[in-house]
């Protein structure tokens, strides 16, 4: 290269030598995304008789589903059906991601989704879901959760916690008091619901949104209630509210309330242990 003063220089080019590291970077990176991706995969892991049907192409005879999302909706179906002797769990599902490594001492077997079926009525199927699922890992928690399932007659009943700082209505102060509930069903859903339709602007989000999604696409008679209350965590007035949107579903689903107080004290008192930052 020559200079405006006519002194002829070697220049050194980096050209190669650069495109090499890129490519090292570009591989390096992806093979991060890849490992990220795969410890972010939801897993599930069902019992030894699920676990042989399902290899051998079967998919779990199921008529009724019952999907509880949150502290509230999760603690009414532990403490109001779950509590009899009839349930046992046969399965669970995990959700390793940003929110359970936050929390000290959790990891993605604490953020577990429980799957529990009735004993006399192995068709009838409940999941409490009390972790957090993150967006990208709703669908594939869907697709994977609902795919193991037949769905001929299949009904899905999903109870999810909302909060009333998120509904919105045109005059408040005849909204009703909280904690009430709301509802939005799929086409194929031909039952009255139990509580009024979710009005505009509101919308469904997170895992609730996604599994109606899903049964919609695939015509599946699926519907969300949706309990909008002003407590954060558990809390038996929000949980009674879901009394009736178990209402119509199969006679095997029975509101158990002799151990209910109990039960619920139990689930109240934990949740406020764990929330407590001085302890």
Not at 19 to 47: F, H
Not at 104 to 132: M, N, W, Y
Not at 220 to 244: F, H, L, N, R, W
């Amino acid at each position: 290269m020559a200079t405006f003063f006519g002194e002829v220089l070697s220049v050194y080019s980096r050209a190669v030598e650069e495109d090499d590291d890129d490519i090292e970077e570009d591989e390096e990176d992806e093979q991060i995304r890849r490992e990220l991706e795969e410890k972010r995969e939801v897993q599930l892991q069902w019992g030894p008789e699920i676990s042989q049907s399902l290899s051998s192409g079967n998919k779990l005879q199921c008529s009724e589903f019952i999907i509880g999302v949150g502290h509230n909706a999760s603690s009414f179906l532990s403490a109001y059906v779950l509590a009899s002797a009839g349930w046992a769990a046969v399965g669970r599902a995990t959700a390793w991601n940003e929110r359970s490594r936050a929390v000290t001492g959790q990891s993605g077997e604490d953020s577990a989704c429980v799957f529990h079926r009735h004993k006399d009525t192995p068709s009838v199927l409940i999941c409490t879901v009390t972790g957090h699922i993150a967006e990208d890992q709703q669908f594939q928690w869907t697709q994977k959760v609902l795919d193991s399932l037949q769905q001929r007659q299949l009904t899905v009943t999903v109870l999810a916690d909302g909060s009333v700082a998120d509904y919105k209505t045109a005059d408040y102060l005849s909204g009703g008091a909280a904690p009430f509930l709301r509802c939005l069903r799929s086409g194929a859903f031909s039952p009255q619901p139990a509580c009024p339709p979710l009005e505009q602007p509101n919308i469904l989000t997170g895992l609730p949104a996604a599994v109606l999604n899903h049964c919609q696409v695939h015509r599946i008679a699926a519907v969300v209630y949706q309990c909008y209350s002003d407590v954060i965590g558990p809390d038996s007035v929000t949980m009674e509210t879901y009394k009736p949107a178990l209402s119509k579903l199969a006679k095997s689903i029975q509101l158990d309330t002799s151990l209910k107080t109990d039960v619920l004290r139990k689930l109240v008192r934990t949740t406020e242990i764990q929330s407590n930052l001085y302890i």
